[in-house]
């Protein structure tokens, strides 16, 4: 039922649903325009880091053992042969 009521009240306002129609399609182009693009920045220097984390209680020696077994896993990918 309230659907009905919505839209009767589009056909009631035609003139001011279509103003808004074009001022959004209108907005929309412009920060199309001004937006940057892309999804890297222009200053991309090819390095992805990130960082391992372990539980609390575990010991150095499984936390050592887990990065290794990490650098292995990630030493498999081509393009990220080099790690530090």
């Known amino acids: 039922m309230k659907h009905m009521t919505v839209a ?8 001011f649903v279509l103003v808004v129609t074009i001022a959004t399609v209108c907005l929309n182009v412009f920060l199309f ?4 693009k892309g999804f890297f ?3 991309d220097t090819g ?3 990130g960082t391992i984390q372990g539980p609390q209680d575990i010991s150095f020696a499984a936390m050592k053992q887990k990065e290794l077994m990490y650098a292995r896993l990630s ?3 081509p393009p990220s042969s080099t790690q530090i």
């Open 33 to 36: 325009i001004i937006v940057p």
């Open 75 to 77: 030493g498999r990918i």
């Open 41 to 43: 920045p222009q200053q």
């Open 8 to 15: 009767a009240m589009v056909l009631r306002h035609q003139p």
């Open 47 to 49: 390095i992805i880091n």
